[in-house]
């Protein structure tokens, strides 16, 4: 029908024109709540999704691989959790996990848990116990009246927790992931979805309008320019600077400050630099505290680190004679870790604070003092009359992989973080370890995740208790992941055996039987050697390296060979152990 109008402005009808008909509209189709969460995830930038499936997340799952999404299926929930988790760190990416209800959601907890501890991007999907049957014993039951349900602030403390019942839902929590997936500090959300609900039609399309932030200027820094300008000052490094190394290293080549550094932030400073001071914490070097001995700082500037125990184990030495200039874009970790030292906090992005201070201070014109008192670790020679030696170990891979890759390097929880951290020198920041959470298999599933997010090599040194509690060397090989396991197996958990003699403590169970894992991994389909003799190990490292494939390197070490950790008994003893 035409309508038209006359000069007065009243409208009437004339006859219809004769044509062709208009198409009518697309109606788009509807999709399932699973179908379009998925596409919200693909819009995110999420590409892979790691866990297993179970009854209550079968429409889950087949959304998922109905997408670009990557679903590789592992072989233990911890795992899939601690593979995102270095999966995201890679890539820079969000990562999703998927789960059954019950104990797959109570398993990868811990992993979750690391995740957030982190700062990595990871979404856990899970199944969810449906109104009607909670509390009538369903299988596998996660509610209020039969444990810890989703959303009711249970441990891990996530941003995001919560179980959806409606469809219309949905546009609220894909807003809420958009806007978490923007955090610069990480992102860890739980979403339960009931099986009922995972097949519903959304009522109308999804539409969500990624949100966009505007960062702030960067702060004022002034103030803290003149602070630091007064006399010579120290810079701490942690994990939270690692996006920034190149602007730190200009910045003390500017001002002459020296710099030390935290475990997991092993490689953000070139370990080889003039100004260089070594590292704090757990595997820390005696330079600094040599250097503290002889000129205390007035000021510390501390960039991306809580300070927490196996940073500083709080030690007082270690503090300044003024105050703490702490950046972090984590407000709740400023001056937590020394409530009694003076802080000033600046909430900001690390790079932003170091290049604004950049512009501020003067430079030195290159000239700053060297103190070159981080000495290379002493040059070992084989000996092939007994166990392998830690040290040596470290020797091989420093040479090897360190030196003659670009691969990540991690360590897992016990000796091995104290070995590497030790004795490895990095001049970038491609080192791994958790020393928040701490738990051991961390790097023994994670190191997959690594080497998926880099597309390349990762390399994980592990003990031989983490390898029996968890590993995916069987879902590396069903997925051809190039990841590599360096097993110090000494048939003990290392660093407790050590630990409770170094405390006075009568050993319980520390020792237990070896195991082959190099037949292991054989068995699984991967690459495997065992090495017995020093002499060995460097061609078994070069096989793992040149493999396509999954390979383990089972080390027999000196089980009696002390690692370097004795602060942490230190700090033990201080706390009443």
Known sequence: MVVQADRSGAVSRIQPEVGPASPAPAVEPQRSVCEALAQHLCDLGVTHALGLTGGAVVPLCDALART???????????????????????????????????PGITNAWTGLLAAWGEGARVILLSGATSAAQRGRYAMQETSRYLGPAIGSGSVPPLPLSMVIEDPRELETLAHRLALGCQRETGFVAHIGLPVALQTARCPAPLRVAQPEISVPPCVE???????????PFLIWLGFGARHAADSIRAFAEQT????????????????????????????G????TRFYERRRPAYILVLGSRL????????????????????DLDPGVIGIAYPSVKTYGIQADVGDVVEALRRAMPSTGGDFESVSSL????????????????????QALQRVVVDGSDAIVMADAGNPIPWTAHLLRFRQPRYRASTFVGSMGHSTTGVIGAALGRKGKAVAV??????????????????????VWVVLNNAAYGMVDQGMRALGFRQVETRFEEVDFAALARAQGAGGVRVSRESQLEEALEKAMRAEGPFVVDVLIDPEAPAPFLR??????????
């Open 308 to 327: 927490g125990e196996l940073t500083s184990f709080w030690n007082p030495a270690l503090t300044p004679r003024e105050a703490f200039i702490q950046v």
């Open 568 to 577: 942490r008994v230190t700090s033990l003893k201080a706390q009443g152990a």
């Open 221 to 231: 820094v002034g103030r803290y320019a003149e602070l630091l300008g007064r006399e």
């Open 68 to 102: 670009p999404i990557r679903v590789l299926h592992c072989r233990h929930e911890s795992g899939a959790a601690f593979a995102a988790t270095e999966l995201s760190l890679a890539s820079g990416r969000p990562v999703a996990v998927f789960v059954t209800t019950g």
């Open 462 to 483: 592990i003990g031989d208790g983490s390898m029996m509690m968890n590993s995916e060397v069987h879902t590396a090989v069903q997925y051809r992941i190039p990841a």
């Open 375 to 394: 000495l290379p670790p002493e040059r070992l020679e084989a000996q092939d009359d007994a166990r392998i030696r830690p040290s040596w170990v470290m």
């Open 256 to 283: 002459g400050a020296h710099v030390m550094s935290s475990p997991r932030a092993k490689g953000v400073f070139p370990e080889d630099h003039p100004l260089y001071l070594g590292l704090t914490g757990m595997g």
């Open 285 to 288: 070097h005696e330079s600094v």
